[in-house]
């Protein structure tokens, strides 16, 4: 009985843990494809005005 009441317990929680760490993967990717355009678009800013890639 206690053994599941605490399997139980168990298999919530890290369903809650997955749901967290699949939240932060779409964030992550979200963060890594707005810092990709930035760079692209301060490149494309940057060779207009005659000046080299952003370091």
């Known amino acids: 009985m206690v053994r599941d009441a605490y ?3 168990q298999d919530a929680w890290f369903d809650e ?3 967290h760490i699949r ?3 779409q964030l992550c990717s979200a963060l890594r494809n707005a ?3 930035y760079r ?3 490149d494309a800013g ?3 005005f005659g000046g080299g ?3």
């Open 23 to 25: 939240i932060l993967e």
């Open 53 to 55: 890639r952003v370091q």
């Open 46 to 48: 940057r060779e207009s």
């Open 7 to 9: 399997t139980k317990m």
């Open 40 to 42: 692209a678009m301060e």
């Open 35 to 37: 810092a990709k355009t």
């Open 17 to 19: 843990v997955g749901v």
